[in-house]
């Protein structure tokens, strides 16, 4: 007598699909392909941060900060980070690597241009003062071609209001970006070597640079920080960020509705 017949295998159970990143990068292009995000992309630099913070620091605060975003914002992709940007007021300090102000104004207009068939629009998450007027130029030549573009950047007002004395005095690797950088990559902040610098107007440093003013590379003081401090201020920024963005979209969604009942 035959022994019974073994029931059949069954069908090896097809793995879970992974959910969606919201990380560009992250991602292969098909599933890009039924979707028209708003991109997010952090804009950086790669320059000294004194003698106690990374030269990635604007880049890792930018980063961190799209990320919170896209984790808030439906419909919000992060793009990968664009870490060089205009520091020609930070020459002279190792580390330091600079576009410029005309070649990043170019690289976010062929940038945004190129992410016509990725996204319905793009958001700059500025860490980088310097950076500012090359987004103004990009941005008002995007804006008259009809693209959907924003920029954002801190401001000094956002942290005054977590408690943060002096920050329109605090201008480069002092007491905020130092607790930022406390919050987001602690390892990599060195407070035994932290030292206090001038504060200079705004107009000086563009004037004259920080090699003259600041041996150090500081440009106020980054006494007092701390990662609690640093906590504090980074959800201040997200939660301006996310206004901003969640304003400036509904207000092409007001557009996009006058349009279709005219």
């Known amino acids: ?133 090359a987004l103004r130029e990009a941005v008002t030549l995007l804006r008259s071609e009809g693209r959907r573009v924003l920029a954002w950047a801190p401001r000094s007002a956002l942290a005054a209001r977590v408690g943060v004395p002096s920050g329109d005095t605090d201008l480069h690797a002092g007491r905020v970006e130092t607790s930022l950088m406390l919050h987001l990559a602690s390892d990599l ?5 932290a030292v206090a610098g001038p504060s200079p107007t705004l107009a000086e440093l563009v004037r004259r640079g920080v090699r003259p003013l600041s041996p150090s590379g500081v440009l106020g003081d980054p006494s007092g920080a701390s990662p609690a401090e640093g906590a504090l201020i980074f959800h201040a920024y997200v939660d301006d960020l996310v206004a901003a963005v969640l304003r400036w979209d509904e207000t092409r969604r007001d557009e996009n509705r006058r349009e279709e009942t005219r």
């Not at 941060?49 to 620091?57: A, K, N, V």
């Not at 902040?189 to 070597?193: E, W």
Request: glycine fraction near 10%.
């Open 1 to 133: 007598m035959s022994p019974p017949a073994k029931p059949p295998a069954k069908p090896p159970a097809k793995p879970l699909a992974k959910p969606l990143t919201n990380n560009l990068g992250e991602r292969c292009w098909p599933q890009l392909s039924e979707e028209s995000p708003l991109l997010a992309v952090p804009l950086g630099s790669t320059e000294q941060h004194g003698p106690h913070l990374p030269l990635d620091t604007d880049t890792r605060i930018a980063r961190a900060l799209t990320d919170g975003l896209a984790a808030r914002v439906a419909g919000v992709l992060a793009a990968p980070a664009l870490a060089y940007g205009a520091s020609g007021e930070h020459a002279g300090f190792p580390g330091t690597l600079s576009l410029g102000s005309r070649v990043l104004a170019l690289a976010l207009v062929e940038l945004t241009r190129s992410a016509d068939a990725t996204a319905s629009g793009v958001v700059f998450v500025n860490g980088h003062g310097g950076n500012a007027s």
């Open 189 to 193: 902040v060195r407070l035994d070597r």
